[in-house]
């Protein structure tokens, strides 16, 4: 008798996923040498830590267009991946917060507040184009969850750009720059915890197959 199980991976993408990847990747890969030439020239924190977001999302870009057509073992990998990134990268931003507020810059809130203001627009267009994605696989939650976390940190730039302009020190830049590394922290455990679980899943069901073929074989 035939066996009527089937494996549940390779599970193909969302439909027009793969494309709001590529749009979501060029974005985030031009705001990452805008926001780093800003963040230099002005002496920001927060600028400097949403640079280095745009680059880690660009790289993770990559990375779920890579495992895309894959399994979901591969896929959970790649987000297992991308949310450890998410959780150093909190830590680094921890880290630079700390030791400029012991050096005393006080960073340029203009370049602040404009640039904040184009990297809101590139990532509310990037989030509502991955909006439909959210509620996917953990590597397609982990690429919504980025885009969330960007608009967000954006915001927090602008406000922080206004804090330095009206308090004439860097603290309100320091502050935001903590806020993002807490998000990026808080959201890399979320993804890593998802993609635990769907690696966990897919492994299962594929020994449940296995079993099932054995089985069928030694009839």
Known sequence: MACSCSAPEPKAPAPGFRRALWLALWVNLAMFFVEGLASLQSGSVSLMADAIDFFGDSANYILSLTVLSMGMVWRGRAALAKGVTMVVFGLVVWGRAIWVAHSGLTPEPLTMGAVGALALLANVAVALLLFRFRSGDSDMRSVWLCSRNDAIGNVAVMAAALGVFGTGTAWPDLVVAGIM????????????????SDIATARASHGKLATAGAGHQGR
């Open 181 to 196: 590394g807490t998000l990026a922290i808080t959201a890399g455990v979320n993804v890593a915890r998802h993609a635990r």
